[in-house]
């Protein structure tokens, strides 16, 4: 309860204990515990919707769209002056050019090679895709890609109220492919061992059907930490999520989407991490860092960083072994 709740949510590690004397955890990472998790995963509705990246990319008056190339499917989108979302191929029906070079005029696309103008309804047999702006991050929903029944939009986890949220958005592309990004964030014990300067004494408390529980320490300097439950798990094929279920920052969310992209010159998948962290608190002085988001985004984005700088490692390793049979998982 808020009046129990303590007026520092720092602590300071009694005993603290040096990385390599740690408690080793690869007999509760059981790979046939994160197979199973990530089995489930994959086999719930996603209803073809793939994540574009964060909201503030996609710009009302931008001189030109937002470009991509989702699950192998070119992509534009922009914002109508309506400042609404859409979403189309970006391919010019005419002849093929591509349309991340057309320049935006009213909301409407105008192809630079012949100047066919495009402005989001069905042209030329042009196909327009569904697309969703859920306020911290862009969707489209590519049908053909996907294979799915349809849904109408996309599945998304529980968040703050957008109010008394701070929202920070990081994107980063790997040579992988989405699930071994997912397998990634469904191996919690690779935690303080592979992210020490991030966490500590993290013990994975509950392993249920459909969620994931860890008790961690974010690590901030020497022996001062903050300590916090954290439950994941995974809404859809592509998505993991973790939701902060006690300690500092209670309702703090932290998303996991993986988008596949177009396979490199050499034929190897590629895939985009889009990682949303949607922070809140109930105590007085999160509304002034609310107010300071412009200056706090940027450090939460080099946090985001740094994490999958390795975490990206993990995940190309994990596709490398597959691809060439040594698995062992």
């Known amino acids: 309860m808020p009046g129990n709740r303590p007026r520092v949510p720092l602590r300071l590690r009694k005993h603290p204990v040096p990385w390599d004397r740690m408690r080793p955890t690869w007999r509760d990472a059981k790979p046939a515990l994160i197979r199973e998790a990530l089995d489930r995963a994959q086999h719930r509705p996603s209803g073809n919707w793939y994540v574009l990246g964060p909201s503030t990319a996609v710009r009302p008056g931008a001189p030109r769209p937002l470009a991509a190339t989702v699950a192998g499917t070119e992509v534009v989108a922009w914002r109508t002056p309506g400042g609404d979302l859409a979403a189309g191929s970006g391919s010019c029906p005419h002849l093929g050019a591509p349309l991340c070079d057309s320049p935006l005029r009213a909301g409407t696309l105008v192809c630079r090679w012949h100047g066919l103008a495009l402005d989001g309804t069905p042209t030329a047999g042009w196909q327009t895709y ?46 992988c492919e989405p699930e071994d990004v997912v397998a990634n964030r469904l191996d919690p014990w690779h935690g303080a061992w592979f992210h020490p300067y991030s966490f500590v004494d993290l013990r994975v408390t509950g392993t249920d059907d459909d969620a994931l529980t860890v008790s961690v320490s974010f690590k901030l300097a020497g022996r001062a930490v903050i300590p916090v439950t954290a439950v994941f798990t995974a809404p859809e094929p592509r998505t993991v999520v973790m939701h902060i279920t006690e300690g500092e920052g209670t309702g703090s969310v932290v998303e996991t989407h993986a988008t596949p992209l177009a396979p490199d010159s050499e034929g190897r998948p590629r895939t985009a991490v889009t990682e949303a962290v949607i922070a809140t608190s109930p105590r007085p002085g999160f509304a002034l860092a609310r107010r300071s988001a412009p200056a706090l985004r940027p450090l939460v984005r080099a946090a985001a960083a740094r994490l999958w700088r390795d975490d990206l490692a993990y995940a190309e390793r994990r596709w490398l072994l597959r691809s060439t049979g040594r698995f062992p998982g």
């Open 130 to 175: 569904p697309a969703h702006d859920d306020g911290v991050l862009t969707w489209v929903r590519l049908d053909t890609a996907g294979g799915e029944e349809p849904l109408p939009a996309p599945v998304l986890p529980a968040r703050p109220e957008p109010t008394g949220a701070l929202a920070a958005v990081y994107r980063t592309e790997g040579t």
